[in-house]
């Protein structure tokens, strides 16, 4: 059975730091691009990043917004991708969902509004900054 799931979310304070994890069954992470979306309160579903197949160089993409602050790795052991989130902001309050198309590389389509029924999605994990 083929699954995305996600863990690692909670309550951290403004300029803290959380470890997102996307754990993979049913196939290989990292045959696939898998990307890091958030639905903020009252916002679309966003492209957050993207980190492409091993094969494809394990290529990266982020958001503006959190270029600098988020770093996107994958741990091939555990067949998972991690998101390592520092610098965190109320802003980036919301829940968070990993995801893949299916395709090797990372497209301009992990970032920016998400397409319906472009992804197979995880049920997400929720990330609230507040002090």
């Known amino acids: 059975q083929v699954q995305l799931v996600e863990s690692g979310g909670g309550l951290v304070q403004p300029g803290g730091s959380l470890r997102l994890s996307c754990g993979a069954s049913?196939?290989?992470?990292?045959?696939?691009?898998i990307g890091w979306f958030r639905q903020r309160p009252g916002k679309e579903n966003e492209g957050v990043s993207c980190?492409?197949?091993?094969?494809?160089?394990?290529?990266?993409l982020y958001a503006d917004s959190v270029k600098g602050r988020f770093t996107i790795s994958r741990d091939l052991r555990k067949n998972r991708v991690w998101l390592e989130m520092n610098s965190l902001k109320p802003e980036d309050t919301g829940v968070y969902s990993c995801?893949?198309?299916?395709?090797?590389?990372?497209?301009?389509?992990?970032?920016?509004?998400?397409?319906?029924?472009?992804?197979?999605w995880g049920l997400g994990t929720q990330v609230t900054v507040s002090s």
């Open positions: 980190v492409s197949s091993s094969s494809s160089n394990g290529s990266t």
């Open positions: 995801a893949t198309d299916y395709y090797r590389r990372c497209g301009e389509h992990y970032l920016g509004p998400a397409r319906p029924g472009t992804f197979y």
């Open positions: 049913g196939f290989t992470a990292d045959n696939y691009a």
